[in-house]
């Protein structure tokens, strides 16, 4: 019997988020991937990535209303990308930075292209204050939300981690136990629930 493997589409700021699986051939794996993989090791395969910088805006409608913040384009966008690559499901972040309107426009972003590519599913959300807190988190850093990119990085210095290397960010994620997550790092709590939920989900429906 041959195993239907579910197939999944990556979106992120660059090789910390995607490694080089945006290049044909790439074979370098990037913080969300190793993320998936620690949640779900087996049963899906990924397919490609694209940059967020990349990413064929895909214009909202009225519906949304006068909110033209790009990253709502960009997730539709990315999710268009992912169905036209034949994918059941696309992932993503995208750091926050100081940016106070983006964790909004990201909710809006996923749930318009939910309603315009409703055969992906989608796994997204903020990074707070960026992927660099993340990995903090899974260090066991606490309250990782509340400090800013810069302490985050001044933290990751102290622990040799300051190169933004994605193979030094999936040895951690690798290393983590995603059971304790130290309490203060709620949307990355909240992207690891919708990684269970929704790819979970999809493989067990293959």
């Known amino acids: 019997m041959i195993s239907v493997q579910v197939k999944v589409w ?24 190793a993320l998936l993989r620690k949640v779900e090791p087996s049963g899906w395969t990924l397919e490609g990535a694209t940059r967020w910088s990349r990413i064929r805006k895909f214009r909202v409608s009225e519906a949304i209303g006068r909110d033209n913040h790009g990253d709502i384009h960009s997730i539709a966008g990315l999710a268009q990308v992912a169905f036209e690559a034949g994918c ?18 990201i909710a809006d972003g ?13 796994i997204g959300g903020p990074a707070i204050p960026a992927l660099e807190g993340w990995i903090l988190a899974l260090l066991g850093v606490r309250d990782t939300e509340d400090k800013s990119r810069d302490r985050c990085n001044q933290l990751l210095a102290a622990r040799d981690l300051d190169g933004k290397h994605a193979e030094d960010y999936v040895a951690v994620i690798e290393d983590a136990d ?29």
């Open 10 to 33: 990556l979106g992120g700021e660059g090789p910390s988020e995607i490694g080089d699986r945006d290049l044909v051939g790439g074979e370098r794996v990037g913080a969300l991937e």
């Open 88 to 105: 059941e499901v696309v992932a993503f972040s995208r750091d926050v930075d100081a940016d106070e309107h983006r964790a909004d426009a």
């Open 110 to 122: 996923i749930a318009h292209a939910r309603a315009k590519v409703p055969m992906v599913a989608i």
């Open 178 to 206: 995603l059971d304790k997550i130290p309490p203060g790092s709620d949307a990355l709590v909240a992207w690891l629930t919708l990684a269970r939920d929704l790819l979970g989900t999809a493989i067990r429906g293959a």
